[in-house]
């Protein structure tokens, strides 16, 4: 009974531990309100006009949380469905591939939401204006006069003209790309537990190609975001890298892919928490 009290309190921490990740993301994204910077009237960079997003967010969202869950349940199942240890939850038998997907989701989870604390702390600090600043904003200030060539507007210096009030808290959140960053994590991950996990025999050249599909996937979605004036290209090459060591990070920290564990065994050996998780690959 001592086992279980242990693991209950093992996924009740996860699950706490999520929540107040979440509840961060939340506070970060609705009441942090971002850096009002400035701009200079002659920058072209701000000059794009608006266009609406080739990959929406929620696009983003289920294809970037949806994929990988979708692909960690099948694995899980496909390599752990014949496994038994007799292992029990509160007296209920629970399958080894079912522990591992929850594993590997739990683990999934947390460092996606590293990535949105950390795009919108950036976000909110930095306060760089999107492409289409102009275009949303419309600044009541003449650029056409002297007093304002070559000269750095400050926020207290004009107001927005624009009619789209809406989006003008979100066009001073250009740097960095949570698009790219959420992108670059989810797809990156995927393409290390596949890595990892489908090793069955003649999947080989099939893995590789399922990698390629998915890092495709994200490197599209940075790109998008270049060419609907969402971004400046060096916003999209932040959020991707940031992204990438964060998918590396939490994939390094919860699984022994990198620096094999003692008493390596052939089948999976799962707890029932993400603390202390291992994911053996077997030989």
């Given at each position: 009974?001592?086992?279980?009290?242990?693991?209950?309190?093992?996924v009740v921490l996860d699950g706490f531990l999520i929540i107040i990740l979440i509840l961060c993301i939340l506070a970060t994204a609705l009441i942090w309100e971002?850096?009002?910077?400035?701009?200079?009237?002659?920058?072209?960079?701000?000059?794009?006009?608006?266009?609406?997003?080739?990959?929406?967010?929620?696009?983003?969202?289920?294809?970037g949380l949806g994929l990988p869950a979708v692909v960690f349940f099948v694995c899980e199942w496909a390599v752990l469905r014949k496994a038994e240890d007799g292992?029990?939850?509160?007296?209920?038998?629970?399958?080894?591939?079912?522990?591992?997907?929850?594993?590997?989701?739990?683990?999934?989870?947390?460092?996606?939401?590293?990535?949105?604390?950390?795009?919108?702390?950036?976000?909110?600090?930095?306060?760089?204006?999107?492409?289409?600043?102009?275009?949303?904003?419309?600044?009541?200030?003449?650029?056409?006069?002297?007093?304002?060539?070559?000269?750095?507007?400050?926020?207290?210096?004009?107001?927005?003209?624009?009619?789209?009030?809406?989006?003008?808290?979100?066009?001073?959140?250009?740097?960095?790309?949570?698009?790219?960053?959420?992108?670059?994590?989810?797809?990156?991950?995927?393409?290390?537990?596949?890595?990892?996990?489908?090793?069955?025999?003649?999947?080989?050249?099939?893995?590789?190609?399922?990698?390629?599909?998915?890092?495709?996937?994200?490197?599209?979605?940075?790109?998008?975001?270049?060419?609907?004036?969402?971004?400046?290209?060096?916003?999209?090459?932040?959020?991707?890298?940031?992204?990438?060591?964060?998918?590396?990070?939490?994939?390094?920290?919860?699984?022994?892919?990198?620096?094999?564990?003692?008493?390596?065994?052939?089948?999976?050996?799962?707890?029932?928490?993400?603390?202390?998780?291992?994911?053996h690959t077997p030989r």
């Amino acid at each position: 009974m001592s086992k279980d009290v242990s693991r209950l309190r093992k996924v009740v921490l996860d699950g706490f531990l999520i929540i107040i990740l979440i509840l961060c993301i939340l506070a970060t994204a609705l009441i942090w309100e971002p850096f009002e910077r400035g701009f200079f009237c002659g920058d072209q960079s701000l000059m794009y006009p608006y266009k609406d997003d080739t990959v929406t967010v929620l696009m983003l969202r289920l294809i970037g949380l949806g994929l990988p869950a979708v692909v960690f349940f099948v694995c899980e199942w496909a390599v752990l469905r014949k496994a038994e240890d007799g292992e029990r939850f509160l007296g209920i038998k629970i399958p080894v591939w079912l522990r591992g997907f929850y594993c590997s989701a739990v683990s999934f989870a947390i460092g996606a939401c590293f990535v949105e604390i950390s795009v919108n702390m950036s976000k909110n600090i930095i306060g760089r204006p999107r492409p289409h600043f102009f275009d949303i904003c419309q600044p009541s200030v003449d650029c056409n006069s002297a007093e304002w060539q070559n000269r750095y507007v400050h926020s207290l210096d004009y107001e927005c003209q624009g009619s789209r009030t809406d989006k003008f808290e979100d066009m001073r959140k250009s740097f960095l790309s949570g698009h790219s960053a959420l992108a670059a994590y989810t797809m990156i991950y995927l393409a290390l537990y596949l890595e990892g996990r489908m090793t069955w025999s003649g999947t080989r050249v099939l893995r590789h190609v399922l990698q390629f599909g998915v890092l495709m996937l994200s490197w599209f979605t940075a790109l998008s975001r270049i060419s609907d004036f969402k971004h400046h290209w060096s916003d999209v090459l932040a959020g991707y890298s940031l992204g990438t060591v964060i998918a590396v990070l939490t994939w390094t920290w919860c699984t022994d892919v990198v620096l094999k564990k003692k008493n390596h065994t052939a089948l999976p050996q799962f707890e029932i928490s993400v603390t202390g998780q291992q994911m053996h690959t077997p030989r």
